[in-house]
């Protein structure tokens, strides 16, 4: 979706090197979303944020660390990054708006490799 | 707790044919429930979702979907698949009894449509 972007599209990277991911919104969403895909285990939460001062841990949060700059902005860190975060990583919104559970809008996914 | 399970790692259907891409979940009241499909080199793209209401949901591009209470199910259904319906498929699950904000996702369901 072009309105979620995620930079970089494609990162290799070497063990113990500080990494980060970010995210741009332009829907105008309060909540954003940082999950990683590794194959068989389907996408598994970082972190989350429903608004700018409110970030969460998810059910995978060690070793990662945000910052939500802005409403449109949601960065992703490795402080250190290590072999077994080579994964496929996702950047989503929602509006909380109306339902509590409306859709969320995926970005096109960094694949992070970490040699 | 809330999870959900995907049994089938891959579906393997000719075109034409009545397709389902099972879905359980498990949580300790009552579950909101998605499906989102990943098409190749794509993020996510939402399909459907169960709030209340009729069980019967009907989504994008054809798809539809049952909650089954007693069975704690939400299988995903499609009369008549195409070639194009080759994708991933994720089911995901929010028990929004329990005060947790985020959804949990399946691993994944590969769907392959053979023309």
């Known amino acids: 979706d072009a309105d979620v972007t995620q930079t970089p599209r494609n990162r290799i990277t070497k063990t113990g090197k500080r990494i980060m991911l970010e995210c741009s919104q332009t829907k105008g969403h309060d909540r954003m979303y940082w999950y990683r895909q590794d194959p068989g285990l389907g996408l598994r939460l970082i972190y989350y944020?429903?608004?700018?001062?409110?970030?969460n841990k998810g059910e995978i949060s060690d070793g990662y660390s945000v910052s939500r700059q802005a409403q449109a902005k949601f960065s992703l860190s490795l402080e250190s990054a290590i072999p077994n975060q080579t994964a496929l990583y996702f950047c989503?919104?929602?509006?909380?708006?109306?339902?509590?559970?409306?859709?969320?809008?995926f970005g096109p996914g960094t694949r992070l490799t970490v040699l | 707790a809330q999870s959900v399970a995907q049994p089938e790692d891959q579906v393997n259907v000719a075109e034409g044919n009545p397709l389902t891409v099972k879905c359980t979940y498990s949580v300790s009241g009552n579950p909101y429930l998605f499906w989102y499909v990943q098409y190749p080199n794509r993020g996510l793209q939402f399909l459907l979702k169960y709030i209340t209401g009729d069980n019967l949901v009907k989504g994008s591009y054809g798809f539809e979907a049952e909650f089954n209470k007693s069975q704690t199910s939400f299988h995903l259904k499609k009369p008549s698949a195409l070639v194009s319906d080759s994708a991933l498929y994720f089911c995901a699950v929010r028990d929004p009894n329990t005060g947790r904000r985020a959804l949990t996702f399946g691993s994944g369901t590969r769907l392959q449509v053979q023309p």
């Open positions: 944020s429903f608004d700018v001062k409110d970030i």
């Open positions: 989503a919104t929602s509006d909380p708006s109306g339902s509590p559970d409306n859709e969320q809008f």
